[in-house]
């Protein structure tokens, strides 16, 4: 059984910078698609970041060139570094693995696509204050 947890939210001033961690527990970490998705209360998820498990990389336009995905198979750990943050960056961030393929894999705008099964992670609250 696949369970993440993140770290490292927390409140922050704007243009300041947080970095979360989401490290996972199980198997097959290096085949997982993985994502951060972000919810603001009353509006729906919002992917974020996504990576593919041979490294293709996709974000949300609002993220662009602030926040980065990148991914340590050997720790089974997933990373956003988020620098220049936004009082619109405020949300609950979750960690995404999906899993099993089941038709062409993709990653494109911020999520996985193809595959049969997703696991998240119970969620890491990042605040901006202006």
């Known amino acids: 059984r696949v369970q993440l947890v993140e770290s490292g939210g927390g409140s922050v001033q704007a243009g300041g910078s947080l970095r979360l961690s989401c490290e996972a527990s199980?198997?097959?970490?290096?085949?997982?698609?993985l994502a951060w998705v972000r919810q603001i209360p009353g509006k729906e998820r919002e992917g974020v970041a996504a990576?593919?498990?041979?490294?293709?990389?996709s974000y949300t336009d609002a993220v662009k060139g602030r926040f980065t995905i990148s991914r340590d198979n050997d720790k089974k750990t997933l990373y956003l570094e988020m620098n220049n943050l936004k009082p619109e960056d405020t949300a609950t961030y979750y960690c995404k693995a999906s899993a099993e393929v089941v038709s062409f894999p993709e990653v494109e705008a911020a999520q996985c696509s193809g595959y049969a099964r997703d696991y998240w992670g119970e969620g890491a609250q990042v605040t901006v204050v202006s």
């Open positions: 990576i593919g498990s041979g490294g293709t990389i």
């Open positions: 199980g198997y097959g970490f290096r085949d997982f698609c």
